[in-house]
């Protein structure tokens, strides 16, 4: 077989400090890597802020054109965007004495800046470790503790948190801010340095990315990845699926932090020489004016988003005066062709509710922190309702039984996957939970049906088990989605003595309608006529809102503990 390997011994590491190195998961629990595409072909030595940036700029005049844009008419090309990194990547090193191998704690919204932070760290052979914005100093003391962050550079709008942090993070001795005029900012600093750095020579498989998990309880998980992974997440479903080209606008609101941004908004438009929007508020009333304003082509962002603009947009035009008016307030998609969802499944009826409104059939595809990026996904021919769509080129699926054994398709068992990226928990114990002979167990339910379509049931610890019936939450959603009187749901199990569980909805009405009895019957009947009736919904409480996380996830922990 073609270069499959299950070892990650390389090269010479160009780490000066091997703590990612020494806390690598041991070999056998290592998931089995793929490289049989010839574009997954890699040199020993690698680094992929060299691949993403630099490459363009050595081109001539490639480095003229548009690489980050952001608000407040940043727009800056590829050549500008690696003066600003090597810039950083002088201050990381000459200035806060920066070692190859170290980990430097990232924390801004989606910003040019932010990009230009994250490649000097990488440029200097650093370990990133992006945080959300929306993180408290508990959860910022966690991640630094665990990763042993020694350098921080911190948009100073979100330096509080971090400051509370500081004292439980002894390790953490170099903090800079950006985003301020003070001296010894960041930007100060970077003023007084030559535009140019060389690039530390680091190996493929050096750890360039501690990404960590949007787990929901307990000690942090951090999946590392290396130069080579973040390659080989751009060979993969970017060129075979997204098909973008340089000439695309690529925006949407996913953090950098989470790697679905990550990839989305920084490596995959910049692995082809297209440009990226990065602004820092994208929720859907944001987003919407932002699309039209920057001439945006390709939109990343989840389910729920796409829901609330389409919603959106349906009330502007209603809004609209009949003449003609070209004041209108309904924002200009018309460059928009091609539109990302990831993170939860995506409802049928949020698929239809987009097409409906813009013309643009969603490209779906599930991906992980712990795989970099999307591995299951369909193009627009291939898309269809209630699947996520077929296995990424570059990347093997199967559904396991618990026995571990391949299922027929057709059969409910647990997702799991191989490929050029895979699983590796720093020094963690859940290793073993997600990488199970050699396969990465993503720990969602699946069937794949006749045509080789992936179809996504539940988490595996979601499915509601209620009088003897496996019920998959996300399809009692899907079905009430579908009725006109849904914005938003949720579905869990509740404890019940008699069932086991019982099917319970949490739902929140769009504006002009009401939450009473004759709602919940209606609802319920609704329900009984879309799907098998023994999944309707026994119980439904209304609600104005439900909780998510920044990532845009439905956290149905939550609303178990209310139910
Ligand atoms: C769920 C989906 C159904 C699924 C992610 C794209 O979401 C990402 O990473 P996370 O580590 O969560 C992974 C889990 O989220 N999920 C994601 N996408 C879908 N379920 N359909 C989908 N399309 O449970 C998965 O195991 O937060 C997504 C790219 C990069 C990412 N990190």
Not at 184 to 203: I, R
Request: hydrophobic content about 45%; some cysteine.
């Amino acid at each position: 077989m073609p270069s499959s390997s299950s070892s990650v011994a390389g090269g010479a590491t160009a780490h000066v400090d091997t703590f990612a190195r020494e806390r690598l998961p041991a070999a056998d629990a290592l998931p089995e890597c793929l490289f049989e595409l010839p574009e997954l072909q890699f040199p020993p030595r690698l680094n992929c802020a060299t691949e993403l940036l630099d490459r363009w700029v050595g081109r001539g005049s490639e480095g003229d054109r548009p690489a980050v844009l952001g608000h407040g008419g940043v727009r800056w090309s590829y050549a500008e965007l690696q003066a600003h990194a090597n810039r950083i990547a002088r201050v990381l090193v000459e200035d806060m004495g920066l070692v190859p191998g170290n980990r430097v704690l990232l924390r801004g919204a989606n910003s040019p800046m932010l990009a230009a932070c994250w490649f000097g760290v990488v440029k200097a052979g650093g370990i990133v470790v992006g945080t959300m914005p929306l993180l408290r100093a508990r959860e910022l003391v966690g991640i630094a503790q665990k990763a042993q962050v020694s350098h921080a550079l911190v948009d100073a709008r979100l330096a509080e948190e971090l400051d509370l942090a500081l004292p439980q993070c002894p390790a953490l001795k170099q903090v800079r801010r950006f985003g301020i005029a003070e001296a010894g900012s960041l930007e100060a600093l970077a003023a007084t340095k030559p535009a140019h750095f060389d690039n530390v020579d680091t190996a493929a498989d050096d750890v360039c990315l501690m990404a960590f998990t949007s787990g929901t309880t307990g000690v942090p998980k951090a999946a590392m990845h290396f130069h080579r992974d973040i390659m080989a997440a751009c060979a993969c479903w970017p060129p075979h699926v997204l098909r973008a080209t340089r000439d695309d606008v690529f925006i949407g609101s996913p953090p950098l932090a989470f790697t679905f941004g990550l990839g989305g908004l920084l490596a995959f438009p910049l692995s082809i020489g297209a440009s990226t929007v990065l602004i820092e508020k994208a929720t859907p009333d944001a987003l919407l004016p932002a699309i039209a304003q920057f001439k945006a082509t390709v939109c990343f962002t989840a389910p729920t988003s796409y829901r609330a603009m389409a919603m959106q947009i349906a009330a502007q035009v209603a809004a609209q005066p009949s003449s003609g008016s070209s004041s209108s307030a309904v924002p200009d998609l018309t460059r928009l062709r091609k539109c990302v969802s990831a993170g939860e499944a995506l409802p049928a009826a949020t698929r239809k509710l987009w097409k409906d409104t813009t013309g643009i059939e969603i490209i779906d595809g599930i991906g992980s922190t712990e795989l970099f990026h999307i591995f299951i996904s369909a193009d627009e021919q291939h898309a269809r309702p209630g699947a996520t769509g077929l296995v990424v080129p570059g990347y093997r699926a199967a559904v396991l039984g618990d026995d571990g054994r391949e299922l027929p398709r057709g059969q409910v068992g647990r997702l799991a996957i191989k490929g050029p990226t895979g699983c590796k928990y720093l020094d963690d114990a859940r290793q073993a939970n997600y990488v199970q002979g050699g396969w990465n167990v993503t720990g969602d339910a699946y069937l794949q049906d006749a045509d080789g379509q992936f179809v996504y049931q539940a988490r595996t610890d979601d499915m509601i088990i209620s009088g003897g019936y496996n019920i998959a939450g996300p399809e009692v959603e899907s079905a009430l989605l579908l009725h006109p009187a849904v914005a938003e749901c949720g579905v869990v199990g509740r404890p019940d003595e008699a069932r086991g569980m019982v099917v319970k909805a949490f739902v929140v009405l769009r504006p002009g309608h009401g939450g009473d009895a004759a709602m919940v019957a209606e609802l319920q009947d609704y329900v009984k006529r879309t799907i098998a009736p023994y999944k309707y919904p026994r119980e439904i409480e209304f609600r104005t809102s439900l909780p998510r996380t920044e990532t845009g996830k439905l956290q149905r922990f939550r609303l178990r503990a209310g139910a």
